[in-house]
């Protein structure tokens, strides 16, 4: 019972938490971001294929699967995100364990990590998703270097494969981290076992059956998936590193409370340099601290490439863990141990205040929470949300009725048609798998005229007009700008006509047009 009764609460507070927050508002470009991806999914849609996507198909399909387990609505959704806060939180605690921390601290020390990870936004996430199985990754590497455990060697592979699929950052950065942590260990210790690099190739050999299954099965053209998801993020990533801003208040103000709960394990990692050659025990010790340390600076820089919020905060429990566990080991001194302590507290319910309870990642900051009306006006599907977004901050009931007027029009549509919106639920609302050729239609999901894949999209995107049959479009959102490559697009054929319907729903008839 005693050994049971901390994971067991974990789990419980975990889970319990990120369906709460969840729940108050949301952004809808962030928030419904695999929605409809999902439902599309058991509707026979499948990405790179029928839809062109630049993030992760990881996290469509495993939607698609709590779904079909549990149901198409929110808090079917939302659990996904709950189930990977929980894995995480149970994992850290397994973790903290086992590089010395007691029972108690490990526990509190996962639940700053339950209230840090996943509930800043609380649906399921590309970056989050991402980070999440690169830290576990990570962890894998380090408990099978201190437990000299053959299965946390195959898991590592099959970690980083979940990260790459989710986004493609930040996992190809942690693959060269552990090729050179295994390097240092392999020559560190003389450590010539063949089982490691066998163990590793099994986990990667899993990984691969997996995704190629995903592709054969479903008939997923591999040059769609090198172009959407390779070749053309590539070509931003190359732009936002050009434009990458590195000054002091990016670098080391934006994430000061992480560094300040590295001090400790710093100073360690240095003593442990110097340890003798025979002490096998504290030169895996280092391996482990030198992992960790390499992981928090691949992610930081990773924070500064993105144009989201920052999600890494839930780091600082993880590095007071591992400060208090080595403090502890190598200086033993109270004092310092309050000190990580006192950082840790702080900052977690500095941040659980700022980016759970004031919903900062979703653009809530400045919204009045306490206005929010009860989505399941808009659908029964959607019980349970608190509906408020930051594009009606003082009327949501007004945006509730207007996307209630386009669902009512869009229902009365029987031809086939497009839905360009950030309120990504209409096909689950409607019941009925609409052919948009694009999962999403930010600035970066589809490339502008100078982007040498502007084509490329062009042609994928007239692909699935003709295929599909499609005689109208649909925008749906206050931001008109969105519309600018289909209004280019379909102005080009001049052979539209227009009808705005209210102040978020505008139509689109392209039936005449000679594509």
């Not at 099994?202 to 691969?208: C, Q």
């Not at 769609?224 to 670098?251: A, H, M, T």
Request: with cysteine; proline share 3%; net charge positive.
């Amino acid at each position: 019972m005693k050994n049971t009764i901390y994971p067991t609460i974990l789990a419980i507070f975990s889970l319990f938490i990120n369906q709460y927050l969840a729940n108050r508002g949301v952004f809808p470009i962030d928030s419904f971001l695999i929605f409809d991806a999902a439902f599309n999914i058991l509707s026979g849609n499948h990405p790179f294929k029928d839809y062109w996507l630049i993030t992760g198909p990881f996290l469509d399909y495993i939607q698609s699967l709590f779904f079909l387990i549990f149901g198409i609505n929110w808090t079917s959704y939302v659990m996904h995100a709950s189930a990977l806060n929980m894995a995480l939180a149970l994992f850290s605690f397994y973790y903290f364990l086992n590089i010395g921390l007691k029972n108690f601290y490990a526990f509190i020390y996962s639940l700053g990590v339950a209230i840090l990870a996943y509930p800043s936004i609380g649906t399921p996430f590309i970056d989050h998703h991402s980070v999440i199985f690169c830290i576990m990754a990570s962890f894998s590497v380090s408990l099978a270097i201190l437990l000299k455990k053959n299965l946390f060697w195959v898991l590592t592979p099959i970690f980083i494969t979940f990260s790459f699929f989710s986004k493609q950052i930040p996992s190809p950065y942690f693959i060269i981290l552990f090729a050179v942590i295994i390097s240092i260990y392999f020559y560190s210790t003389k450590n010539a076992n063949k089982n490691i690099l066998l163990n590793l190739f099994f986990g990667g050999l899993i990984s691969f059956i997996l995704v190629i299954s995903v592709f054969l099965i479903n008939e997923i053209p591999i040059k769609n998936f090198l172009v959407q998801y390779i070749l053309y993020p590539f070509s931003l990533g190359g732009e936002r590193i050009d434009k990458l801003n590195i000054d002091s208040k990016n670098l080391i103000m934006q994430f000061k409370y992480i560094y300040i709960a590295l001090i400790p394990l710093v100073v360690s990692t240095f003593s442990l340099v110097k340890i003798k050659k025979k002490n096998l025990t504290k030169k895996n010790e280092l391996v482990v601290s030198l992992l960790f340390l390499g992981s928090v600076a691949i992610l930081i820089y990773c924070q500064l490439l993105t144009k989201n919020q920052v999600l890494i905060f839930f780091l600082i429990p993880i590095s007071a863990a591992y400060s208090h566990a080595y403090a502890k080991k190598y200086f033993n001194n109270k004092y310092l141990i309050y000190f990580i302590l006192v950082i840790f507290v702080f900052t977690t319910v500095k941040y659980h205040i700022r980016f759970n309870q004031n919903r900062k990642f979703i653009e809530l900051v400045n919204v009045n929470l306490s206005l929010a009306e009860d989505a399941i006006r808009l659908d029964k599907r959607l019980q349970g949300l608190k509906w408020i977004t930051p594009h009606y901050p003082d009327k949501p009931a007004n945006e509730i009725n207007l996307l209630l007027y386009a669902i009512s029009i869009l229902s009365e549509e029987r031809e086939e048609k497009i839905i360009i919106t950030d309120y990504q639920f209409f096909s689950s609302m409607l019941n009925n798998k609409i052919a948009s050729p694009n999962k999403w239609y930010d600035g970066i999901s589809i490339p502008d005229r100078k982007n040498k894949y502007y084509y490329v999209h062009k042609n994928f995107f007239l692909s699935k007009i003709k295929k599909n049959k499609i005689k109208h479009l649909f925008f749906i959102g206050k931001q008109k700008h969105k519309m600018n490559f289909f209004e280019e697009f379909i102005n080009e054929n001049e052979c539209t006509v227009s009808n705005q319907f209210n102040e978020l729903l505008i139509e689109f008839d392209i039936s005449k047009c000679k594509f």
